[in-house]
């Protein structure tokens, strides 16, 4: 119960939905570039079988071999008698990771779909910042003073931080503040919901990469029939060429993979960008009476932040906060993930 202090956090560290869009991102483009560099060869085999010119078996079997090898997700897909063995152990990989981020995404969803979160922006000197909360907590924020309440608060004196954070959370009109040693400009944005706060965890849209995960687990089963009563051999120094060609053509001209390649720059551009991300801030949590959060806060800044370089420095400030446990913790799990324990 009451102000915690968590110390100086590194500003990416104060958003895990941020975090976790920038590991889906980064999957992206390893699975993107990897296409690239083989989809060229995929494409120019697939259009020789359809087009039934000069084929030969070992044609046939190259081909096959470079369209299977569009290591899309996951491992390798090898071409042989061990086909549906191979494409099962695939399967069970893509499955746990649909599972995966089917709990990311939900944990999102709630996240940004979560209501009633209280939110103030700060700028100003760093005495001001506490006193300021203080009147605003009591005269703004209609929550009843003895109910417990719970509370984020991140303030920096750099603004090369605070840049970093308002691209991560919507910080309101005080966004364009000069911080300046004679104001004390705090401002009151409501109650708000989740989507309208957190910006990063709306960086990426796992709902994308889901609907994808499942195209690829529709297209591993659909290899898996496709080849199923083919009997290909398997693919080694000695093959039996003696295979049935047109079979195999036109089950394979048949087999289509459904890849949509988007821009591969852009999302390297995201990753550039909020990798880039720089600066910390000190942070605290609350668990109290809401009457108490302004006062407390304010004692534990009179002097300035815990690092900074004293009451007079001009500082930039949010603060979060809401009375529900659950829309907290809801909240929390795309934001400042500590913040949940805090119930």
């Given at each position: 119960?009451?102000?915690?202090?968590?110390?100086?956090?590194?500003?990416?560290?104060?958003?895990?939905?941020?975090?976790?869009?920038?590991?889906?991102?980064?999957?992206?483009?390893?699975?993107?570039?990897?296409?690239?560099?083989?989809?060229?060869?995929?494409?120019?085999a697939s259009a020789e079988l359809k087009a039934g010119v000069g084929v030969s078996p070992a044609d046939i079997l190259a081909g096959m071999t470079a369209w299977a090898s569009l290591d899309i997700m996951g491992p390798t897909l090898d071409i042989g008698a061990s086909f549906t063995a191979d494409a099962s152990i695939e399967l069970g990989l893509v499955n746990a990771e649909i599972a995966i981020v089917e709990q990311i995404q939900a944990a999102i969803a709630a996240s940004l779909g979560v209501g009633g979160i209280a939110a103030w922006t700060y700028a100003g000197n760093a005495h001001g910042f506490g006193s300021t909360l203080a009147d605003s907590i009591k005269n703004d924020w209609s929550e009843p003073s003895d109910n417990i309440t719970?509370?984020?608060?991140?303030?920096?004196?750099?603004?090369?931080?605070?840049?970093?954070?308002?691209?991560?959370?919507?910080?309101?009109?005080?966004?364009?503040?000069?911080?300046?040693?004679?104001?004390?400009?705090?401002?009151?944005?409501?109650?708000?919901?989740?989507?309208?706060?957190?910006?990063?965890?709306?960086?990426?849209?796992?709902?994308?990469?889901?609907?994808?995960?499942?195209?690829?687990?529709?297209?591993?089963?659909?290899?898996?029939?496709?080849?199923?009563?083919?009997?290909?051999?398997?693919?080694?120094?000695?093959?039996?060429?003696?295979?049935?060609?047109?079979?195999?053509v036109a089950a394979f001209a048949d087999f289509s993979l459904d890849i949509e390649l988007p821009d591969l720059n852009f999302t390297l551009g995201l990753i550039a960008q909020y990798s880039a991300l720089i600066g910390s801030a000190d942070v605290w949590l609350w668990k109290g009476k809401k009457g108490a959060l302004g006062t407390d806060f304010n004692a534990a800044i009179s002097n300035g932040l815990p690092n900074g370089s004293g009451p007079n420095s001009a500082i930039y400030g949010i603060v979060l906060a809401a009375a529900s446990p659950e829309a907290w913790v809801a909240f929390s799990t795309a934001g400042y993930a500590a913040a949940a324990l805090q119930v």
């Open positions: 119960m009451g102000l915690s202090l968590q110390g100086s956090i590194p500003v990416l560290s104060l958003n895990l939905g941020a975090s976790l869009a920038l590991v889906g991102l980064q999957a992206d483009v390893a699975r993107l570039q990897n296409l690239v560099s083989q989809f060229a060869e995929g494409t120019l719970y509370a984020l608060i991140a303030a920096t004196e750099d603004p090369t931080a605070w840049k970093s954070i308002k691209q991560l959370w919507d910080t309101g009109a005080a966004a364009y503040i000069t911080s300046a040693t004679d104001k004390e400009d705090l401002r009151y944005r409501g109650e708000l919901k989740g989507a309208q706060l957190n910006l990063g965890a709306q960086i990426y849209d796992f709902a994308d990469l889901l609907a994808q995960l499942y195209g690829l687990r529709a297209s591993l089963e659909a290899q898996a029939d496709a080849y199923l009563g083919i009997g290909l051999p398997s693919i080694s120094a000695d093959f039996d060429l003696s295979i049935d060609v047109e079979a195999v």
